[in-house]
């Protein structure tokens, strides 16, 4: 087993416990993109303690913030939290909140309302061009926040102005809140809307640990195109009861639940 797939496990026990203690949803949200957040913080991404103000530190951008529990547990990874700092995701008053906020270390931009995370990126990934910095900049995506128009204005304008050290990842669970998001609104051929916009588009299995670091590791300054990932991906992935059953966008796991879940995703 890869180092990040251990650690995959280890997030998706953590995500489900804090959702249970905080009475929070969007657990198979934070479920659903969990491999692709244990790869890029386990193996990727230039980011730790001690760079966190530094210039040319890598940038990651959780444009799906439901998902924040996610990212959470990666900054404990990366000791930018610390373990105990998780009792209180969803607490009143706690940094860890519901959405991520940049007042906690580790986060880039404030996300939640759908759409932001890429026009934002650009101009992140602009201005290291302009100051001549070499780091990446990589935002993470829902499929349903693709209906948003500020995703293709921002999708023309990163290969318009070649934007090669950007790199955007969808988390494509075939849901969005309460619907199928193919039928919500149209989104396919995503592959084809993405190339044709001027991205290198590579598609992939989302949980497959392999083909999310081949997917990702190309990506630099040098580049011509933007690059994007469209990851296939299971909602609720890792917990058989809750895959690919919507009611888990916003149920909350009880007790039994936890207990069955973290039997089933077995220790590390
Ligand atoms: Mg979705």
New binding site residues.
């Given amino acids: 087993m890869r180092e990040t797939e251990k650690l995959a496990i280890n997030f998706r026990a953590k995500v489900i416990e804090m959702s249970h203690t905080a009475k929070t949803a969007h657990l198979a949200?934070s479920l659903?993109c969990i491999d692709i957040i244990a790869v890029l913080y386990g193996q990727i991404l230039n980011i730790n303690s001690n760079n966190l103000l530094s210039a040319d530190r890598d940038r990651f951008i959780l444009s799906k913030g439901h998902a924040a529990a996610a990212l959470y547990v990666a900054l404990v990874h990366k000791k930018i939290l610390n373990e105990s700092d998780l009792d209180t995701y969803g607490q009143v008053g706690s940094l860890l909140e519901e959405h991520p906020s940049p007042k906690l270390p580790g986060v880039e931009a404030a996300t939640g309302s759908l759409g932001h995370g890429l026009p934002f990126g650009c101009g992140i990934a602009l201005a290291g061009r302009i100051r001549g910095l070499d780091y990446r900049t990589f935002i993470l995506m829902?499929?349903?926040e693709c209906n948003e128009g500020s995703v293709w204005e921002a999708a023309m304008f990163a290969a318009g102005k070649r934007l090669g050290s950007l790199c955007a990842l969808v988390?494509f669970?075939?849901?969005?809140a309460t619907g199928r998001?193919r039928e919500v609104l149209a989104l396919d051929p995503l592959i084809d809307k993405f190339s044709s916009f001027g991205w290198k588009v590579h598609e992939i299995d989302g949980h497959d640990h392999e083909q999310i670091t081949n997917a990702v590791s190309g990506v630099t300054v040098d580049n011509e195109k933007p690059t994007m990932v469209i990851a296939h991906t299971v909602?609720g992935k890792g917990v058989s009861f809750m895959e690919d059953d919507n009611n888990w966008h916003y149920r909350v796991p009880t007790s039994e639940e936890v207990l069955a879940a973290k039997v089933e995703l077995g220790g590390v």
Avoid: R, V
């Fill in positions: 949200s659903s829902s499929d349903g988390d669970n075939k849901w969005q998001s909602k």
